[in-house]
């Protein structure tokens, strides 16, 4: 039930790329994106709440294919302080629920 | 200050000792979640509430209980640890429906079972 992420893991060297994938095998009715630091909690970076939704804030943003059941997570021009693990949160349907995927380890090195 | 405070952080028990890692919400929000990772397998949800006295499972509801007698707490309840339960909890709470708000999450309950 959990939506798939992927890659897995990804190492970038400061101000490369990266792109981070979220699928579901069901239909979506929002995605949620969250970071989460080493031994802290995760935090909320951003809802997209409808197909072709993309959002974005600083050098992080975000795209939304409902037909596609997917979602990106865009990183630009990355920072040390992007370090951490994503991950997207799926809500199916019109269900007052989120799941979320199994995470994207993203170190950046200098 | 805005948080979700859980407790206790770090606990170390053997099996079958009944234990329950407490959660309380400042925010006035409607509804709560708990959570546990582990790793590969993610955030993967236990149970959560709607609002005072209506919870229902998550995906990974066996061997535990919650319950919601107050809006501002959400307790896990662990009637008998077994090893498989050893991971990391967080409680999370949202003033919106879940699937269009922002949650906020405790800072995490690290549970070990002997």
């Known amino acids: 039930q959990q939506p798939v992420q992927s890659p897995q893991a990804v190492i970038l060297r400061e101000g490369e790329d990266a792109v981070i994938n979220c699928s579901s095998s069901?239909?979506?009715?929002?995605v949620h994106w969250y970071r989460q630091k080493h031994g802290e909690a995760p935090v909320f970076l951003m809802i997209?709440?409808?197909?072709?939704e993309q959002k974005g804030h600083d050098k992080i943003s975000a795209s939304f294919n409902e037909k596609k059941q997917q979602s990106s997570l865009y990183l630009t021009a990355s920072q040390l302080s992007y370090s951490g693990t994503y991950f997207c949160?799926?809500?199916?349907?019109?269900?007052?629920?989120?799941?979320f995927g199994t995470g994207t380890r993203l170190t950046v090195i200098p | 200050e805005a948080q979700v405070t859980q407790n206790p952080r770090y606990l170390i028990t053997v099996t079958g000792k009944k234990l329950t890692v407490t959660c309380s919400q400042n925010?006035?929000?409607?509804?709560m979640s708990w959570y546990r990772q582990d790793p590969g397998l993610g955030l993967r949800q236990i149970y959560y509430?709607?609002?005072?006295?209506?919870?229902d499972k998550g995906d990974v509801p066996e061997g535990y209980k919650v319950s919601r007698k107050e809006k501002r707490n959400f307790p896990l309840i662990l009637e008998s640890p077994s090893p498989n339960q050893t991971s990391l909890y967080f409680c999370?709470?949202?003033?919106?429906?879940?699937?269009?708000?922002?949650?906020?999450f405790g800072e995490g309950s690290r549970l070990t079972v002997l």
């Open positions: 999370a709470s949202s003033s919106e429906y879940a699937n269009t708000g922002e949650l906020f």
């Open positions: 949160g799926t809500a199916r349907g019109g269900a007052n629920n989120l799941f």
């Open positions: 997209l709440l409808k197909g072709g």
């Open positions: 925010m006035n929000h409607e509804y």
């Open positions: 069901k239909a979506l009715y929002s």
């Open positions: 509430s709607m609002n005072v006295e209506v919870t």
